[in-house]
């Protein structure tokens, strides 16, 4: 099956620094999603992003379908910006579930 | 619209006790996920549900494990004879009736199972 890869694993940053976090997949995909996890668990949907570029406040996202690969930026971080990171796509040969496919994380600290 | 909502949000439970959680999707989503996610790691999926119908299951879902959406409305999840290793939290997430390939999936807070 598809493999999502995310890099760096870890992230630790001050407050008011910029970062970019990657997601790697292996094979085509009809559907990116990128999610930041909170520390009580919840999923918060942050882009879906199939392909091209977003931006929402402080986050922009973009992704290259042809070269298998999506970026996350975070600029200016605040410590709310602390939790996991997560990527998801849907592999375009996976059937027609369009069951999310999640990437290993990137576990990200903003320090004060 | 108050997004996806799952109940309880929390249950501990003895080993071999039976469990049922309970997941209320976005209203008019027609599709609706089940996840299950264990310590430091992403998701994995479990079952999917369009409408009332589960067209998909994962073989992690194992025949101790049981999912329903009647009418197509809510559904639940019912683990038997718990072990130790379903401890986990259940995510439960639902998207719209999309066209074309838009899917974009939104989930509830999650069941944290504990099995002592």
């Known amino acids: 099956g598809i493999q999502v890869e995310q890099s760096p694993p870890d992230l630790i940053l001050q407050e008011g620094a910029n970062s970019t976090l990657r997601c790697n997949f292996s094979?085509?995909?009809?559907?990116l999603q990128w999610f930041h996890q909170n520390p009580w668990g919840q999923l918060i949907n942050l882009f879906y992003i199939p392909s091209g570029t977003k931006q929402n406040g402080r986050l922009s996202a973009t992704t290259v379908a042809t070269e298998r690969y999506s970026l996350l930026y975070i600029s200016s971080s605040q410590t709310t910006d602390s939790g996991v990171y997560f990527c998801a796509v849907v592999n375009r040969g996976g059937g027609a579930t369009n069951k999310l496919i999640f990437g290993t994380g990137t576990l990200l600290a903003v320090q004060p | 619209d108050t997004g996806v909502s799952q109940n309880p949000r929390h249950k501990i439970t003895k080993r071999g006790q039976n469990v049922t959680f309970r997941c209320d999707p976005i209203s008019e989503h027609n599709r609706l996920y089940w996840y299950r996610q264990t310590l430091g790691q992403g998701p994995e999926f479990l079952t999917y549900?369009?409408?009332?119908?589960?067209?998909?299951k994962s073989r992690l879902l194992s025949d101790r494990f049981s999912a329903e959406r009647p009418k197509g409305s809510f559904s639940t999840l019912e683990i038997q004879r718990t072990e130790q290793g379903d401890s986990a939290m259940y995510l439960c997430?639902?998207?719209?009736?999309?066209?074309?390939?838009?899917?974009?999936?939104?989930f509830g807070p999650g069941t944290r199972l504990t099995v002592t």
């Open positions: 549900f369009q409408n009332e119908a589960q067209l998909e």
């Open positions: 094979d085509s995909v009809n559907n």
């Open positions: 997430a639902s998207s719209p009736r999309g066209r074309g390939d838009n899917n974009e999936q939104y």
